[in-house]
């Protein structure tokens, strides 16, 4: 064993050839081979061999009740039965719609499990996961359940982590998360994204939304420029230091949607790789410094190879340290 490869951290990847299945049908950008496409681009950078691999863990539906009312889980289970039927904002309903949900979700406890369990990990990847935008009662901006929160309450209730921070570097503001856990000061949750005056969704994102009650300055956001570049985002995304050194989380929860790549037109943010490569380095410098882990979830991100590249880099850099 080299040197190097004894001083790499140990991350898990958790993988489901399922993943596939969560896909919106023709024409919707939320498509179903994204994941093994992005997988395709792991193997060409030759990080599959460095990562432990793993499968979701069968969960049955009471993992959701960690965070999803009983009437919105049995709303997403009657589309799944019958093939018709929607969530509202930009999440069509297709036949078994409910168990794919349920297997992103699992993937990301599945997660949760090897940064928190016995067999401890630094780092925890789920690259279909990241769904920011669903609330509690409803699915919303392609997404179904919110895996995050799932994870985050997991992480909470039932495996005895005290402090959690949520960074989400999505395009888009990570609202059903915000929402989640606005009144709570054990979940600290932090997103950069694109001028929400300019993009979806448009209601929440703004740097006035400190959190409430118990839970007031334990919410940040950064609202970039429309045209967001890799200079304007490193300089906010900077401002983590402090925010980390202050707040020691226990957990990271990564949200890492590479939706404001230039190439992905689903944003009009015109970042580059080396935004994220930053971004990833700077979370594994601090990670040794405050010891936290990490749990990576995917997030946006629409174009290939660009999306499999953008979180290559990043798996690169858990892997690496
Ligand atoms: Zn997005």
């Not at 432990?52 to 289970?77: C, G, R, W």
């Not at 990301?108 to 789920?126: E, F, P, Q, R, W």
């Not at 769904?131 to 309450?153: L, M, P, S, T």
Request: charged fraction near 25%.
């Amino acid at each position: 064993m080299t040197a190097k490869r004894m001083l790499m951290n140990k991350v898990a990847l958790i993988y489901s050839e399922d993943f596939k299945k969560l896909d919106f049908g023709y024409g919707h950008p939320m498509r179903g081979d994204r994941y093994e496409k992005a997988l395709r681009e792991f193997e060409k950078m030759n990080l599959m061999d460095r990562l432990l691999m793993d499968k979701p863990d069968a969960v049955s539906e009471d993992i959701l009740n960690l965070f999803h009312t009983p009437d919105y889980i049995k709303k997403v289970q009657e589309v799944s039965r019958t093939g018709s039927g929607s969530f509202g904002e930009e999440v069509p309903g297709f036949k078994g719609i409910y168990d794919i949900a349920l297997l992103s979700v699992s993937a990301s406890v599945t997660a949760a499990d090897h940064i928190a369990g016995n067999d401890l990990c630094d780092v925890a990847v789920n690259i279909c996961g990241g769904w920011h935008h669903a609330f509690e009662n409803k699915g919303r901006g392609f997404c179904i359940f919110n895996d995050i929160a799932v994870a985050a309450n997991y992480l909470l209730k039932r495996k005895n982590i005290k402090k959690i921070m949520i960074v989400d570097y999505d395009a888009h503001h990570g609202d059903g998360t915000q929402r989640a856990f606005y009144n709570c000061s054990s979940i600290y949750t932090i997103s950069f994204h694109q001028d929400p005056l300019t993009m979806y969704p448009f209601i929440t994102g703004y740097e006035k939304e400190a959190g409430e009650g118990a839970g007031e300055g334990f919410n940040k956001n950064f609202s970039l420029s429309p045209l967001c570049d890799d200079d304007e985002f490193i300089s906010k995304f900077d401002q983590l230091r402090l925010l980390i050194r202050d707040f020691v989380p226990e957990v990271l929860i990564l949200q890492m949607g590479v939706d404001g790549s230039r190439e992905c037109r689903i944003s009009h943010m015109q970042l580059t790789q080396r935004a994220y490569d930053y971004a990833s380095k700077l979370l594994m410098s601090l990670q040794k410094k405050y010891r936290y882990k990490i749990l990576a979830l995917g997030g946006g991100g629409f174009v290939h190879p660009m999306l499999g590249q953008n979180w290559g880099v990043q798996i690169r850099n858990f892997i690496e340290g």
